[in-house]
T-cell receptor, first 113, second 115 residues
Framework: DAGVTQSPTHLIKTRGQHVTLRCSPI?????VSWYQQVLGQGPQFIFQ???????GRGNFPDRFSARQFPNYSSELNVNALLLGDSALYLC????????????FGEGSRLTVL | AQTVTQSQPEMSVQEAETVTLSCTYD???????LFWYKQPPSRQMILVIR??????QNATENRFSVNFQKAAKSFSLKISDSQLGDAAMYFC????????????FGKGTLLTVNP
């Protein structure tokens, strides 16, 4: 069975640009969460979606947005990129909205120049 | 807000030896879960072991075991018979009932296994 898949794996953007990151959860999983991992730090929670509804949001500015589609895949959008947005963006899926066991993808490495 | 602290940025162990990684956390909740995740250079975060706070018995998964001290808010990971494949970044994480949708991670401990 396929695990959590994310695309693209690497990308480079310049300040002020926009980026869209994509995530496909494990088949049967209805919840998708997004985490930002800055180099040398632990992941920080950005969003969780369950059944296409936002269930939680971390302490991130409004430049960050996300959505979940009917097939449970998800997109994370970041507008007006800043140098500080450079990070590994991890997507995780779970069957339910409150299960603690998350299955992570390999992440999208974003570099902002 | 809950916090998770890993006081050891780096640890090293000889192959076949035992190593313990430390983690402390701060919370006012009584119902929560604790986790250890492993992140190898491939970047994918892999669940190593989980512990429910209401269970007094320490969780064990093969060579991995935890020492859960609820009163002290301590949750250490012991790796026995260390193998080269255990080399990775290890993260301690917390999930509380009041924040059932998110994990709070520590900063991680980089484990090196020497042959």
């Amino acid at each position: 069975d396929a695990g959590v898949t994310q695309s693209p794996t690497h990308l480079i953007k310049t300040r002020g640009q926009h980026v869209t990151l994509r995530c496909s959860p494990i088949s049967g999983h209805k919840s998708v969460s997004w985490y930002q991992q800055v180099l040398g730090q632990g992941p920080q929670f950005i969003f969780q979606y369950y059944e296409k509804e936002e269930r939680g949001r971390g302490n991130f500015p409004d430049r960050f947005s996300a959505r979940q589609f009917p097939n449970y895949s998800s997109e994370l959008n970041v507008n007006a990129l800043l140098l500080g947005d450079s990070a590994l963006y991890l997507c995780a899926s779970s069957f339910g909205s409150d299960t603690g066991e998350l299955f992570f993808g390999e992440g999208s490495r974003l570099t902002v120049l | 807000a809950q916090t998770v602290t890993q006081s050891q940025p780096e640890m090293s162990v000889q192959e076949a030896e035992t190593v313990t990684l430390s983690c402390t956390y701060d919370t006012s909740e009584s119902d929560y879960y604790l986790f250890w995740y492993k992140q190898p250079p491939s970047r994918q975060m892999i669940l190593v072991i989980r512990q429910e706070a209401y269970k007094q018995q320490n969780a064990t998964e093969n060579r991995f075991s935890v020492n859960f001290q609820k009163a002290a808010k301590s949750f250490s990971l012991k790796i026995s018979d260390s193998q080269l494949g255990d080399a990775a970044m290890y993260f301690c994480a917390y999930r509380g009932r009041s924040s059932n949708y998110k994990l709070t991670f520590g900063k991680g401990t980089l484990l090196t296994v020497n042959p």
